[in-house]
């Protein structure tokens, strides 16, 4: 009997699903599952759960990110018939510049006059003390594109749900402020809550298994610039900067129009601390104007971003995407909140929505798609660490190509430091460029020669400061 009940566990005619998040997992589900739907000829209800206003400025009504759209996310957006208006797009990047403590290479794009964009957007509303008028949160177009196909949304927090084990019995998500709650049944739960709320630990006491992804707090900050210094000091490129400084792990400026994002990304949780030292070094001051102050007031945030993904993001009639679930650590993460919620989707509406559906079509396939993959992605930081502290040799390895201009070898490197730092390929294929014989092979000597050269300044600069102690003494 139980087993038959099981079977029925799909979705029909009436069904009712209840989403909550709507930043993009939760608006891209909305709309997916809409379409899907619509497809097979069955007439759904969908209610998406936002405790934000993505129409207020700062942190408020914002889902903190650099708000990159990277390529292979653009493509998909037009495919599905999502393309940005102007007002949301902040600026197009053309390329980006590898940026390290003595050395700096423009990145161009390896398949050049490739039909695709890389956009800069605001998640939210634009910066705390910005002066725009009109709506330019990308989140919130996302959210409307849902609601325009026929979701509608609730801004309430959801502060639990009620999963029974009789499955005769609707979910129930409990929302609303304390003290004011009500309750809404669904024959569906999405959880597209993300890792910066509270709600995340409710769902790991359900006591179904889920382990949400490990996370660690990065740090970014809006900088208000001329525009046209901007233009002129980017040149519409996005910086990334690899300065071997401690505890930096990542650090980007990407322009937008009169805004510059800062983004830093450690090896243990940032603070304010981090971002001031990141902006007194030398080479990042140098992109900003001589007369530069910190501002006296700014938009800044300390989001927390995945280090590993979810375990069991799922159980009957309940299923989790996004950042919540498996994203690609360090990389477009709002390409995997599309990636995981289609997956879902086609999950739900073609298999069922029991756990073993969900097992079977959602989870493995994404495991497989993304989360194998940042294993290698945790491996590639670890020597790309290795290496950009020790400024001697990537200075060695970044000047013997720049005067190669054109030649193989830089070509390879192009491509292995675009493919990094703007994830178009897997982590897989950045890991075979790198450790391409021939490029390695190529590169013995200039390695050798650097050390040898590093080992004598050592030395010699070692023989100074005892020469200068014992003229002292
Ligand atoms: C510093 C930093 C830089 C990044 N840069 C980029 C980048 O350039 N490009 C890129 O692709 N990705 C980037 N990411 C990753 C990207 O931000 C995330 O992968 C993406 O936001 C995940 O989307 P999501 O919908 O799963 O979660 P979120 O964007 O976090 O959305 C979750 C939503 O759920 C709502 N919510 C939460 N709890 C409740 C509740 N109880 N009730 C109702 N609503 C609720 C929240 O208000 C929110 O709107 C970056 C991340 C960080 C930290």
New binding site residues.
């Given amino acids: 009997m139980a087993d038959k009940i099981k079977k029925n566990l799909c979705l029909k005619d009436g069904s009712m699903i209840v989403i ?9 589900f909305a709309y997916l599952a809409l379409r899907h739907a619509k497809k097979l000829g069955i007439n759904i209800s969908v209610t998406i ?4 206003d ?1 129409s207020q400025r700062g942190p408020k009504g914002c ?8 390529k292979s ?1 653009y493509q998909k957006l037009i495919k599905e018939g999502i393309d940005l208006p102007d007002n949301v797009v902040r600026q197009e990047i053309k390329g980006y510049y590898f940026q390290t403590k003595e050395y700096g290479i423009e990145l161009h794009r390896p398949k050049p006059g490739e039909n695709s964009k890389i956009l ?1 957007v605001y ?1 939210g509303n634009g910066p705390l003390y910005s002066t725009h008028t009109s709506n330019i949160s990308f ?1 919130d177009y996302l959210l409307r594109n849902a609601v325009k196909h026929g979701a509608e949304v609730i801004h ?4 639990d749900i009620n999963l029974p084990s009789d499955f005769e019995t609707p979910v129930k998500v409990i ?1 609303g402020k304390r003290g004011s709650l009500n309750e809404m049944e669904a024959d569906l739960v999405v959880g ?9 630990d ?1 769902m790991k006491q359900l006591n179904f298994g889920y382990e949400p992804p490990r996370t660690i707090r ?3 900050m809006e900088i208000p610039l001329d525009d046209s210094y901007i233009k002129e000091s980017f040149k519409d490129d996005i910086y990334v900067f690899a300065l071997g400084l401690k505890p930096f792990r990542f650090a ?1 400026m ?1 322009p937008k129009r009169d805004y510059v994002t800062v ?3 450690g090896d243990r949780d940032l603070s304010k601390k981090n971002l001031l030292d990141f902006l007194n070094h030398p080479v990042v001051r140098s992109k900003l104007p001589p007369d530069w102050r910190m501002p006296d007031r700014f938009c800044m945030c300390i ?4 280090l590993t993904h979810a375990k069991k993001p799922f159980t009957d009639r309940f299923v989790i ?5 498996i ?1 690609r650590i360090y ?7 599309y990636i ?1 919620s289609q997956l879902a989707v086609q999950a739900a509406f073609d298999k069922g929505i029991s756990k073993e559906d969900f097992n079977r079509y959602y989870y493995r396939p994404a495991k497989k798609l993304l989360a194998m993959d940042n294993l290698l992605g945790a491996l590639i930081m670890r020597l790309s660490d290795f290496v950009t502290k020790r400024n001697w040799l990537v200075t060695a390895r970044l000047s013997y190509v720049e005067n190669r201009k054109d030649s193989w070898i830089a070509n390879h490197l192009n491509k292995m430091l675009w493919n990094m730092v703007t ?1 178009d390929a897997p982590y897989k294929k950045i890991f075979l460029q790198a450790f391409n014989p021939l490029f390695q092979i190529i590169l013995i000597p200039v390695t050798i020669k650097a050390l040898i050269t590093e080992v004598i300044n050592r030395v010699y600069s070692y023989g100074s400061k005892l020469n200068e102690r014992n003229i002292k003494g």
């Fill in positions: 909550i998040g709507g930043g993009p997992s939760g608006s891209f759960f936002e405790s934000r993505f889902n903190m990110s650099a708000a990159v759209i990277a996310l800069a998640r989140d309430d927090p959801v502060q929302y597209a809550f993300g890792i910066n709320s509270t709600i995340v409710k990065t740090c970014q980007s990407v983004s830093l990304i989001p927390k971003i995945t995407v996004g950042d919540a679930s994203s990389k477009n993460g709002l390409e995997s909140a995981t994830g």
